[in-house]
């Protein structure tokens, strides 16, 4: 048996496959078990992420019909089914940088079973320190007068001394004023080709989401990476919500008077984020967390949560909270969702792009009308749409207090499949000395959206899973 990444050789191969069955009628045998012939993808290793589609195509011999084919991957020693049916080609479009293997089981009506070989396969970063990227200044999503520049500069020298290799201050003036970019908080189709006919690759988008300097400081942010393709897409997203009280420890020692201190502390824990998911082999990251969950939630019988799907998240409508909360929630949801194998979130910006093209403004809120839009193939074909109502967020003076509403659409169905209302204050789990006490908003919203997104999609990352093959009869795994 051969297992190779190319199709350069496919005639080889089915000729392989035609005297195979054909020895065998010629021999009188009567050839019961598969035989995995192949094991082939459309493009060789190593690709970078974020490249596209490569198609894995399983040839085979022999087995009595329907065949099934069961395709795994393995990466740091863990392993997950991706794929399991008639299908006999698996589509994979990887978007994270590692060394991976990719095998394949085929099982036959009656339950005999033939295992390829892991085939390795290795993807590397979609950016490099070579690769031109463009530092966007921040969007001031916080409601109140903040020193915008200062954090720009900072974090732009910051990551400038990890090695990137960032577009002049000049150029991208110059860029701005051109293309009279005035709204930085994304880029949509258009603005990301004229950036890659400038040779650029990547944008980073940073929202000021919180900013309060006091006694007790307080800063919360969230940056993304944006390739600049012809559909931009997410290479990366984080946020860091902290406060000065966070860790007081012992008799207050380790409080965070000063926010420029604070201002670093958040900056390195986003650069930290960044590169390690553009390292050529992540460490995995899980942020600990209790969950707060949705006071009450709808969650349709029929949705698949382990389908792919494109998702669309839309600013949600604020009826009573502070300026920008609409903005400041769905970003949260774009950050959750982006950490879903399945899921392909649609750059924020894009979703704006599409929304002035079709004069859409939600003033009464989410309705079928944008769905239908966003849904539309001669849009953004998304499957999934996600809106809500921002009721009441306080992240700046006194105890943090979060009330929204969510709604999810399926676009082709034209159906709400997913209804939640949640809220929160920062002192609810308190009992005594303010153990458990939540001192920022960001945190406080990015529990309450790891919850939803559990409830809607459940966990999918790397982990052992049950196999319809384990569950036959011994005499034919020999």
């Given at each position: 048996?051969?297992?190779?990444?190319?199709?350069?050789?496919?005639?080889?191969?089915?000729?392989?496959?035609?005297?195979?069955?054909?020895?065998?009628?010629?021999?009188?045998?009567?050839?019961?078990k598969p035989q995995i012939i192949s094991l082939q993808a459309t493009k060789s290793s190593p690709q970078p992420a974020y490249s596209g589609e490569i198609l894995w195509q399983t040839y085979v011999s022999g087995g009595t019909p329907p065949l099934t084919y069961e395709y795994r991957m393995r990466k740091n020693q863990?392993?997950?089914?991706?794929?399991?049916?008639?299908?006999?080609?698996?589509?994979?479009?990887?978007?994270?940088?590692?060394?991976?293997?990719?095998?394949?089981?085929?099982?036959?009506?009656?339950?005999?079973?033939?295992?390829?070989?892991?085939?390795p396969f290795r993807v590397d970063p979609a950016i490099n320190n070579h690769h031109l990227i463009a530092f966007f200044p921040l969007e001031n999503l916080s409601g109140v007068k903040a020193p915008l520049s200062k954090i720009s500069q900072d974090y732009k020298e910051l990551l400038q001394s990890k090695g990137l290799?960032?577009?002049?201050?000049?150029?991208?003036?110059?860029?701005?004023?051109?293309?009279?970019?005035?709204?930085?908080?994304?880029?949509?189709?258009?603005?990301?080709?004229?950036?890659?006919?400038?040779?650029?690759?990547?944008?980073?988008?940073?929202?000021?989401?919180?900013?309060?300097?006091?006694?007790?400081?307080?800063?919360?942010?969230?940056?993304?990476?944006?390739?600049?393709?012809?559909?931009?897409?997410?290479?990366?997203?984080?946020?860091?919500?902290?406060?000065?009280?966070?860790?007081?420890?012992?008799?207050?020692?380790?409080?965070?008077?000063?926010?420029?201190?604070?201002?670093?502390?958040?900056?390195?824990?986003?650069?930290?984020?960044?590169?390690?998911?553009?390292?050529?082999?992540?460490?995995?990251?899980?942020?600990?967390?209790?969950?707060?969950?949705?006071?009450?939630?709808?969650?349709?019988?029929?949705?698949?949560?382990?389908?792919?799907?494109?998702?669309?998240?839309?600013?949600?409508?604020?009826?009573?909270?502070?300026?920008?909360?609409?903005?400041?929630?769905?970003?949260?949801?774009?950050?959750?969702?982006?950490?879903?194998?399945?899921?392909?979130?649609?750059?924020?910006?894009?979703?704006?792009?599409?929304?002035?093209?079709?004069?859409?403004?939600?003033?009464?809120?989410?309705?079928?009308?944008?769905?239908?839009?966003?849904?539309?193939?001669?849009?953004?074909?998304?499957?999934?749409?996600?809106?809500?109502?921002?009721?009441?967020?306080?992240?700046?003076?006194?105890?943090?207090?979060?009330?929204?509403?969510?709604?999810?659409?399926?676009?082709?169905?034209?159906?709400?499949?997913?209804?939640?209302?949640?809220?929160?204050?920062?002192?609810?789990?308190?009992?005594?000395?303010?153990?458990?006490?939540?001192?920022?908003?960001?945190?406080?919203?990015?529990?309450?959206?790891?919850?939803?997104?559990?409830?809607?999609?459940?966990?999918?990352?790397?982990?052992?899973?049950?196999?319809?093959?384990?569950?036959?009869?011994?005499?034919?795994?020999?």
């Amino acid at each position: 048996m051969t297992y190779s990444t190319s199709f350069s050789n496919n005639f080889a191969v089915l000729l392989l496959v035609f005297c195979s069955w054909t020895l065998s009628g010629c021999s009188g045998l009567n050839v019961t078990k598969p035989q995995i012939i192949s094991l082939q993808a459309t493009k060789s290793s190593p690709q970078p992420a974020y490249s596209g589609e490569i198609l894995w195509q399983t040839y085979v011999s022999g087995g009595t019909p329907p065949l099934t084919y069961e395709y795994r991957m393995r990466k740091n020693q863990q392993e997950k089914i991706v794929q399991s049916g008639l299908e006999s080609t698996w589509s994979w479009q990887p978007r994270n940088s590692g060394n991976f293997h990719i095998r394949v089981r085929v099982k036959d009506k009656k339950g005999y079973i033939s295992t390829s070989e892991w085939t390795p396969f290795r993807v590397d970063p979609a950016i490099n320190n070579h690769h031109l990227i463009a530092f966007f200044p921040l969007e001031n999503l916080s409601g109140v007068k903040a020193p915008l520049s200062k954090i720009s500069q900072d974090y732009k020298e910051l990551l400038q001394s990890k090695g990137l290799n960032f577009l002049s201050d000049e150029r991208l003036e110059d860029f701005m004023l051109r293309h009279r970019v005035r709204y930085t908080g994304g880029i949509g189709s258009e603005l990301a080709h004229a950036l890659r006919e400038e040779g650029v690759e990547a944008v980073f988008i940073t929202s000021l989401e919180s900013y309060e300097k006091s006694v007790s400081p307080k800063i919360a942010l969230t940056s993304r990476l944006v390739l600049c393709r012809d559909f931009p897409e997410i290479a990366w997203i984080d946020g860091v919500g902290i406060t000065g009280e966070d860790s007081p420890g012992l008799l207050g020692l380790k409080r965070i008077p000063k926010m420029e201190n604070l201002e670093q502390k958040a900056l390195n824990n986003l650069a930290d984020s960044f590169l390690n998911a553009l390292s050529e082999n992540p460490e995995p990251v899980s942020k600990s967390t209790n969950g707060i969950k949705p006071r009450d939630f709808y969650l349709a019988t029929d949705f698949a949560p382990e389908g792919k799907y494109r998702v669309a998240v839309v600013p949600f409508l604020n009826r009573y909270a502070r300026r920008n909360a609409g903005f400041v929630v769905p970003l949260h949801f774009v950050n959750l969702l982006s950490k879903n194998d399945n899921l392909q979130v649609v750059e924020p910006g894009v979703v704006r792009e599409q929304l002035l093209k079709y004069r859409l403004i939600m003033q009464a809120g989410p309705s079928l009308a944008v769905a239908d839009v966003l849904a539309s193939e001669t849009s953004l074909s998304a499957d999934l749409i996600l809106s809500g109502y921002v009721f009441d967020y306080q992240d700046q003076f006194g105890i943090p207090k979060i009330d929204f509403s969510t709604r999810l659409f399926s676009g082709p169905k034209r159906e709400i499949i997913w209804w939640s209302r949640s809220y929160a204050n920062g002192d609810d789990g308190v009992y005594f000395f303010d153990l458990g006490r939540h001192q920022s908003a960001h945190a406080m919203l990015e529990e309450m959206t790891q919850s939803i997104g559990k409830l809607i999609f459940k966990a999918n990352k790397f982990r052992p899973q049950e196999s319809e093959f384990e569950n036959i009869n011994s005499i034919h795994s020999k």
